[in-house]
């Protein structure tokens, strides 16, 4: 079992930056991607960046140049710093981790999710 928990969400301006923080504990040491979701009123559920083990990345269209993800091993923890924020951003944040087989997911797991509002 892998236990995540997220902090740093905010009611923010827009153009305004947050950073959201992710704490890994358990049995870490099978996961090899982690990332973050966001699901906003009404939508599914979205993947907003991923970092794999090897310090690869992936990032929705949407926030490219906007947001980076990050993480720190030596802490067991993973950043999102989001900049220029839009009213769009707006969603609940999950925190995930994975782990996959080649590229197929075998399993993961979520955090409770951190709320991030930005006014316009």
């Known amino acids: 079992q892998v236990q995540l928990v997220e902090s740093g969400g905010g009611l923010v301006q827009a153009g305004g930056s947050l950073r959201l923080s992710c704490v890994a504990s358990?049995?870490?040491?099978?996961?090899?991607?982690m990332g973050w979701y966001r699901q906003a009123p009404g939508k599914q559920r979205e993947l907003v960046a991923a970092?794999?083990?090897?310090?690869?990345?992936n990032y929705a269209d949407s926030v490219k140049d906007r947001f980076t993800i990050s993480r720190d091993n030596a802490k067991n923890t993973v950043y999102l710093q989001m900049n220029s924020l839009k009213p769009e951003d707006t969603a609940v944040y999950y925190c995930n981790a994975a782990r996959y087989y080649s590229t197929s997911l075998q399993y993961d797991y979520w955090g409770q999710g951190t709320q991030v509002t930005v006014s316009s």
């Open positions: 358990g049995s870490i040491f099978s996961i090899n991607a």
């Open positions: 970092v794999t083990n090897g310090g690869s990345t």
